[in-house]
């Protein structure tokens, strides 16, 4: 619900490590996400923000957005990102920028988690990760695998994905 704001005043916002919501995600990811700082709890309509933590071995599938950009910084572990065909080694200090269309993954290839943080321009990577994932509870131990729920093809389109001819199958 949008209140009112006054964009002349101060605002600001300091969100700890496990003061987000967070939210546990289904395979291959397996790992789980923190959601800090959305329109629903800032001012600003034009981005969400948060970080991933992707076990090692686990990664987020291919996949492209029509209407985001995606901003992650890599500040732990190492891995692999692919954008349109192209490899690329990321690891801690590393910047990514997604453009709108650009088929992306993101693999860890290190032996410790990858974490990383993101932002999402305009928001809602959030919304997907409610939308597949289950609560977690900051400390509680990793749950067993589950799978992305049977209506993930739905709520891709309805989140703007870029369709890939895998989907269709």
Known sequence: MATEVDVKAP???VVGPDE?????????????VTVNLTP?????????????????????????HLQNH??????????????????????????VMFGRYAKH???NTGD??????????????????RAIGKVRTP????PKKFSRPEDVMDVMKAMKFVPRPADAK
């Open 11 to 13: 605002w600001w916002a």
């Open 20 to 32: 987000g919501e967070s939210i546990w995600q289904p395979e291959p990811s397996e790992g789980y």
């Open 40 to 64: 629903e709890n800032t001012p600003y309509d034009g981005f969400s923000s948060g970080i991933q933590v992707l076990p090692p071995g686990c990664h987020v599938r291919e996949h492209g």
């Open 70 to 95: 995606e901003l992650i910084f890599i500040y732990e572990g190492t891995g692999r990102c692919e954008i349109e065909d192209e490899m690329y080694e990321i690891g801690p200090g590393s910047t």
């Open 105 to 107: 993954l993101l693999e």
């Open 112 to 129: 410790i988690d990858m974490k990383l943080f993101w932002v999402f321009m305009p928001p809602g990577l959030e919304d997907w990760f």
């Open 139 to 142: 400390g509680e131990p990793i």
